[in-house]
């Protein structure tokens, strides 16, 4: 049997578009859903920082995720309720399922300053160090995802083992896979160094004949990333989440955050050794 996915679940929209994000994902290769609720004051909910969200009761949580269970009806699905913090709470998850990758939804935060909303992806990444999907509410791709686009700069990509899952996924969906990367616009856009980095690798092992080049030119490293998954009409984008991008506190301030909080089509977070 497959590795199970977990997936986050506060009952908000955005968490309902992920988890059935997840179970579509799922079902080619049958992998078991962990559905693990937590609090909505711990995720990334500008709701939190009004004071409008109301606190459900324990019978209300059951049948909320009775609901939600009932929704994924074709697919084994164990639930879990953590009284945690997030970080912790999944943490624990991911210690006990050994899941191959960690799914959460994302609200629209657009209308949010970047200084308020707390970068709950990169947090959970750095708790867990296993692949993280982020599906922003409203995301309208495919899935499985038919055409995946992989942000690479020219420096080396050595991922962690908790990695190996995304490649046996790339390997089984057999996807239009493409390497974008971002120059300064008086620099050359030639990917060439990108893919190499990408297939060093490994990620695309068995796969690498399907795989091409696109060269965006950007004063902004975050912006021309979503340009090029715009440009190559992606329906996943593929983030290398280097160690540098989540460690301290200035989360927003990374460029793997910046496309996480403004991006508007899922999102795959790798996490690098580096």
Same mark, same amino acid.
């Given at each position: 049997?497959?590795?199970?996915?977990?997936?986050?679940?506060?009952?908000?929209?955005?968490?309902?578009?992920? #988890?059935?994000?997840?179970?579509?994902?799922?079902?080619?290769?049958?992998?078991?859903? $962990?559905?693990?609720? $937590?609090?909505?004051?711990?995720? *990334?909910?500008?709701?939190?920082?009004?004071?409008?969200?109301?606190?459900?009761?324990?019978?209300?949580?059951?049948?909320?995720?009775?609901?939600?269970?009932?929704?994924?009806?074709?697919?084994?699905?164990?639930?879990?309720?953590? %009284?945690?913090?997030?970080?912790?709470?999944?943490?624990?998850?991911?210690?006990?399922?050994?899941?191959? *990758?960690?799914?959460?939804?994302?609200?629209?935060?657009?209308?949010?300053?970047?200084?308020?909303?707390?970068?709950?992806?990169?947090?959970?990444?750095?708790?867990?160090?296993?692949?993280?999907?982020?599906?922003?509410?409203?995301?309208?791709?495919?899935?499985?995802?038919?055409?995946?686009?992989?942000?690479?700069?020219?420096?080396? $990509?050595?991922?962690?083992?908790?990695?190996?899952?995304?490649?046996?996924?790339?390997?089984?969906?057999?996807?239009?896979?493409?390497?974008?990367?971002?120059?300064?616009?008086?620099?050359?856009?030639?990917?060439?160094?990108?893919?190499?980095?990408?297939?060093?690798?490994? #990620?695309?092992?068995?796969?690498?004949?399907? $795989?091409?080049?696109?060269?965006?030119?950007?004063?902004?490293?975050?912006?021309?990333?979503?340009?090029?998954?715009?440009?190559?009409?992606?329906?996943?984008?593929?983030?290398?989440?280097?160690?540098?991008?989540?460690?301290?506190?200035?989360?927003?301030?990374?460029?793997?955050?910046? %496309?996480?909080?403004?991006?508007?089509?899922?999102?795959?977070?790798?996490?690098?050794?580096?």
């Amino acid at each position: 049997m497959a590795a199970p996915f977990l997936v986050l679940t506060d009952f908000t929209p955005a968490a309902d578009q992920a #988890l059935q994000y997840a179970a579509a994902l799922a079902a080619p290769l049958q992998a078991p859903l $962990i559905l693990l609720h $937590i609090r909505r004051e711990t995720l *990334l909910d500008p709701d939190a920082f009004n004071g409008s969200i109301r606190h459900m009761s324990e019978g209300e949580v059951a049948a909320a995720l009775q609901s939600r269970v009932a929704s994924v009806a074709s697919l084994p699905v164990t639930v879990e309720s953590a %009284v945690e913090g997030v970080e912790t709470a999944v943490s624990e998850a991911v210690g006990r399922h050994s899941p191959s *990758l960690v799914i959460l939804g994302k609200p629209d935060t657009e209308t949010t300053p970047d200084e308020l909303v707390s970068s709950t992806s990169l947090k959970l990444l750095r708790a867990t160090r296993t692949p993280l999907l982020v599906v922003p509410v409203g995301a309208a791709a495919a899935v499985p995802p038919h055409a995946i686009t992989i942000a690479a700069d020219n420096s080396p $990509i050595s991922l962690k083992t908790q990695s190996e899952g995304m490649r046996e996924l790339l390997a089984y969906l057999k996807p239009r896979l493409t390497v974008a990367h971002v120059a300064e616009p008086e620099n050359s856009d030639t990917c060439t160094v990108a893919l190499d980095a990408v297939a060093a690798s490994g #990620l695309i092992a068995g796969v690498e004949s399907r $795989i091409h080049c696109h060269g965006v030119r950007h004063r902004r490293v975050p912006e021309g990333i979503l340009q090029a998954a715009q440009e190559t009409h992606a329906d996943l984008l593929v983030l290398v989440a280097r160690r540098r991008s989540f460690l301290g506190q200035l989360f927003n301030r990374s460029v793997t955050s910046q %496309v996480v909080l403004h991006g508007r089509l899922p999102m795959l977070l790798l996490p690098a050794l580096d």
